[in-house]
Nanobody, 121 residues
Framework: QVRLVESGGGLVQPGGSLRLSCAAS????????MGWYRQAPGKERESVAG???????SYTDSVKGRFTISRDNAQNTVYLQMNSLKPEDTAVYYC???????????????WGQGTQVTVSS
């Protein structure tokens, strides 16, 4: 069984910073891409940032220059450093990983439970 567990959310003032972490554990054979989505109240879930196993990154336009995604392959962990936060960044943030478990011939996306990020004064 594979699990992704997020941490690092919370309440922060506009202009502040937060760092999200997401650790994958369990019966893992390999991990491909990892990344973050977010969902604000009344809105659809949107992709925020992604990173390949080789370290190539991508970002949605609204967070470019403010957010940085990184990963530690030895720890099966992906991070999202969020700087210059804005009220419109308020959302539940979900991490995902394209993971092949030891019990499967194929990989699929696994998701974390979500962590709340609130940007407000």
């Amino acid at each position: 069984q594979v699990r992704l567990v997020e941490s690092g959310g919370g309440l922060v003032q506009p202009g502040g910073s937060l760092r999200l972490s997401c650790a994958a554990s369990g019966s893992i054979f390999s991990i491909g891409s990892m990344g973050w989505y977010r969902q604000a109240p009344g809105k659809e879930r949107e992709s925020v940032a992604g990173i390949t196993s080789g370290g190539s990154t991508s970002y949605t336009d609204s967070v470019k220059g403010r957010f940085t995604i990184s990963r530690d392959n030895a720890q099966n962990t992906v991070y999202l450093q969020m700087n210059s936060l804005k009220p419109e960044d308020t959302a539940v943030y979900y991490c995902y990983g394209d993971i092949q478990s030891r019990a499967s011939l194929y990989s699929r996306n696994y998701w974390g439970q979500g962590t709340q990020v609130t940007v407000s004064s």
